[in-house]
């Protein structure tokens, strides 16, 4: 119940006197409760301190949430640039991998048997089968099938060695 509304029932004169009077009491505030008791001003002070201690509490778990939903979203673009980072290093180790392997093979465009060999091969284990498939398939990508190409003898199944006086001499007579 509002003090204001006693200015209908008692009129203007002695609505002033009552709230003169009033004003007077130490220690009331001119606020009535629900139950139309008056509240005294140090309950009052007590409740308006507890509901700013609350409300400032109120805003620092607000803003901490705030702060922690930055930092979740944060977090979050961190992990998917780590799991990028990652997939990006297994690619990468896996073409070296790759690389190495057929350098070992004696391939002959690097590169290009690599591009070659990319969408076959998935993981490191499968990359000495493949290889070992693209050199039966494809045998001049590799040094040692094309010795054979070569001018003079080597041909053979030795790979050349019984005839090595003969390619020496080819080789002196072109100045090589």
Known sequence: MDIGMLKEYLGEELYAQAEEKLAAVEGLRVIAADDGSWLPRARLDEEIAKRRELQEKLDALTGAAAERDALREQLAAMTEKAEAAQREAAE?????AIREELARAGARDI???EKLLSGQIREAGEIREAVRALRQRSPYLFEDAAAGLRAGFGGGSTGGREHADV??????????
């Open 92 to 96: 990468l180790k896996l073409s070296c």
């Open 111 to 113: 590169p290009l048997v």
């Open 167 to 176: 390619n020496g001499a080819i080789r002196a007579a072109a100045g090589r």
